[in-house]
């Protein structure tokens, strides 16, 4: 991207300005578009410096002000400061030189202790037992995806998992708020990533660190997995619910690695990018995604990109 300083910053301006505009239009916008909030904070931060990016995280916070005057905005957009929040932890990791897989997890680790500190925080000025709350929190957000959902055409008896009935999944969605939190932080983090790398690549930017087809996750998340197997078969309600949240949030890691799988061997075996859209497209979809996550576990074992060290060494 070539321009001066204040013109590449105007372009973040715009494009984060932008992106909380339109996402106010509907759910389904919002759903998609504040995906990309990030976004313009990586590219500004990564080429201008961390100030700069804080100085545009400012200026969108601002905005949000402007469109809705008042305290109650604080709560409202809660999601909104989080992802701004999580463009500027990705652009300090960036210029500190971590591993972008490094840097993901780190960031998704202190966006999630910062809701659990908000959660307590917001139960005690309310008054309410963090069980009480939490049945508030699952109630809005069961009622905020009802609406996305209702938005595509789409009800909660077409997301049926395995004959479960409708009333147990809309359960089961305020079971496992902490996981489905937890991955969407991951997944947003993930795809900026991917996206600010691609577009320093073709405007000639320097590299950040190895490419995420190199990631691979520590070995010893295999006995958390085993864990939260084990977690399922207990009688205690609560345990069998830490279990099953932690057992998608591995399942999420161990997808993540079988995507990383997936590119090295794209790479390896030079794959035309339009096959590797596909193959991306597909991976995502059900139930694919399954394959891909056993693909990433088995990567443990089998090694398929060569990149683990002999045992000896």
């Not at 809309?170 to 990533?193: D, H, R, S, Y």
């Not at 520590?218 to 078969?233: D, I, N, R, T, Y």
Request: charged fraction near 10%.
């Amino acid at each position: 991207m070539a321009g001066s300083r204040p013109l590449i910053w105007s372009y973040g301006l715009v494009a984060l300005l932008t992106l909380i505009l339109l996402g106010r239009l509907s759910p389904m916008a919002s759903l998609f578009l504040s995906t990309w909030l990030p976004l313009p904070l990586l590219v500004v931060g990564w080429r201008l410096g961390i100030w700069e990016a804080v100085l545009l995280a400012l200026a969108g916070v601002l905005f949000v002000f402007a469109l809705n005057p008042g305290t109650a905005v604080l709560l409202e957009s809660l999601g909104l400061w989080m992802l701004l929040l999580l463009g500027l932890i990705l652009t300090v990791c960036q210029h500190r030189s971590w591993q972008a897989g490094s840097a993901i997890l780190f960031t998704v680790a202190v966006l999630g202790l910062l809701f659990l500190m908000l959660f307590l925080g917001q139960a005690l000025f309310q008054g309410l037992s963090p069980l009480q709350l939490w049945g508030q929190k699952a109630g809005e957000f069961t009622q905020s995806l009802k609406n996305t959902l209702h938005e595509a055409g789409l009800g909660f008896s077409d997301l049926q998992l395995v004959g479960m009935p409708r009333v147990e999944l809309q359960e089961l969605v305020g079971k496992i708020l902490p996981a489905l939190l937890l991955v969407n932080l991951a997944l947003v983090a993930w795809v900026n990533v991917v996206l600010v790398r691609k577009l320093a690549s073709l405007w000639g930017w320097r590299e950040w660190g190895e490419p995420l087809s190199h990631w691979l996750s520590p070995e010893w998340l295999v006995f958390l997995l085993a864990a939260a197997g084990l977690a399922l078969l207990t009688p205690w309600p609560l345990m069998r619910q830490v279990g099953l949240n932690l057992l998608l949030i591995m399942g999420f890691m161990y997808f993540c690695q079988g995507i990383a799988v997936m590119a090295g061997l794209f790479e390896r075996y030079h794959v035309p990018w339009a096959l590797r859209g596909v193959g991306y497209v597909l991976a995502f979809m059900n139930p694919l995604m399954i394959g891909v996550m056993i693909l990433g576990l088995t990567d443990l074992w089998l090694d398929f990109r060569k990149l683990q060290k002999p045992r000896g060494a």
